[in-house]
């Protein structure tokens, strides 16, 4: 009779155990769901970089050359820059119209101007020509080219009928005549020799269709 009731408590007790093992085997630790996949942690975005801006193509570039005047403004190809005396300093407009910017074509850029090497970019600017066009200025003055200027670094323009003239790297009218000048110097478009200007310059003189009180 005892062993029977030993048996009968070794067999509730094994019955007890598997109930106990069934229930462990299927714990979950809190906030353990095996069957959820385990997140990967997040990358931090990295910043979106913004395209450069491109440059502008119609910007017009000022720098200092050396000439037999000094150091004076050019463009970036190395032509010489004039500025006009009859042009009144400051005062946001341009003088030199019809017939006169024909022969001295404005510096233009379609955006801001920039400083070459040894320009002061503070002293550049621009102004509006009657016909839309955005002339370039230094210090002030209204750019010109000279039309009887075929190359890079010719000065042929300088003291033309006294009124034009080359200017200077702080913005100064560089109003001295070279010693040296041959055909193609300041002296032999000056006032005394206006009428080496004509069909024997090259075209830029009242045979030309440019009136000489613009110093063509």
Known sequence: MR???????????AGLLAIALAACSGY???????????????????PQQQPSAPAQADAAVVKI??????????????????AFTKDVKGSGR?????????????LTA???????????????????????TAQVTYGD????????????GQTNGQNVNGIWF????QGKLVKAVSSGAGSSGASSN???????????GGGYGSSGGYGDSYGG
Not at 121 to 127: K, N, R, V, W
Not at 193 to 198: C, I, L, P, T
């Open 28 to 46: 979950q630790a809190p906030g353990g769901d095996n069957s959820q996949p385990q997140q990967q942690p997040q990358r931090a975005q990295q």
């Open 65 to 82: 050359v050396n000439s037999r005047f000094g150091q004076i403004l050019a463009d970036a190809g190395g032509r010489t820059l004039y």
């Open 3 to 13: 062993r029977t009731r030993d048996l009968a408590r070794g067999a509730a007790l």
């Open 110 to 132: 379609a955006g801001t101007p920039l400083a070459g090497a040894g320009v002061q970019a503070a002293m550049l600017g621009t102004i509006q020509r009657d016909d839309g």
């Open 141 to 152: 003055w209204p750019l010109y080219f000279y039309g009887g200027d075929t190359q890079a």
């Open 166 to 169: 080359v200017v200077s790297a």
């Open 190 to 200: 000056g006032s005394s020799n206006g009428s080496s200007n004509g069909s024997s």
């Open 94 to 106: 341009s003088n030199c119209t019809g017939q006169c910017i024909a022969t001295w074509p404005a």
